[in-house]
């Protein structure tokens, strides 16, 4: 055999192994799913829309919840502490027995976007937006997959002024970007298990 022959069918081998490779590799808008449980793993509420469990950083996908160090005002027209107050309710969720998660996607800062749920709680992102610790983000694309939307569990708690809607406060997507230096929680949070 020629060497030209021989290149010739190393060229296609290589063809034909990367068509192959590219129907298994997540490009572009492909989002990966993957189911991911604690299994002898800690789990530390972040603030009330992300959390680490054990290496892997988390965000719920649908939501946005206040910042740490979000504060607030309530119905009296008081601050509190609602970005504590939304850490704390996400980490009692995450307590709960049965914790799973499937991913969808990762952001542009290599955190998992997730819909969570336990054997109590079917999604823990909408039970966030039901009691009023977090705001419904829309549906949003993510990693080419339509995220949940929470609009009618955001109404309820509107109409019911539960939460961050009890009072006046600013999204917390604002909140960012006129706090950035206030952004890093501390790293005492309290663990879910």
């Known amino acids: 055999m020629t060497r030209n022959f021989i290149r010739t069918l190393l060229f296609f081998g290589f063809l034909i192994g990367l068509y192959f490779a590219i129907d298994y590799l997540p490009i572009g808008g492909q ?3 993957d189911n991911i449980e604690p299994k002898g793993v800690a789990v530390r509420a972040i603030d009330g ?23 607030c005002r309530d119905a009296a027209g008081g601050n509190w502490d609602c970005g504590k107050a939304a850490r704390n309710a996400l980490a009692a969720l995450l307590r709960e027995d049965g914790l799973s998660c499937t991913l969808s996607a990762r952001d542009n800062f290599g955190r998992g976007i997730a819909t969570c749920s336990t054997d109590r709680t079917y999604d823990i992102a909408e039970t966030m ?11 949003n694309f993510a990693g080419g997959l339509m995220t949940p939307t929470y609009a009618d569990a955001e109404q309820k708690a509107k109409s019911a002024k539960r939460g961050i809607w009890q009072g006046e ?10 706090n ?14």
């Not at 959390?51 to 979000?70: H, K, S």
């Not at 206030?182 to 298990?193: D, F, G, I, Q, R």
């Open 49 to 71: 829309d992300s959390f680490r469990m054990g290496e892997d950083e988390l965000r719920l996908t649908g939501m946005d919840a206040p910042e740490y160090r979000q504060t």
């Open 169 to 178: 406060f600013t999204m917390p997507r604002q909140w960012r970007d006129a």
């Open 31 to 33: 989002a990966e799913e």
């Open 180 to 193: 950035p230096h206030k952004l890093t929680a501390p790293l005492n949070a309290p663990s879910a298990k």
């Open 129 to 139: 937006v039901h009691r009023g610790m977090a705001a419904a983000s829309g549906g």
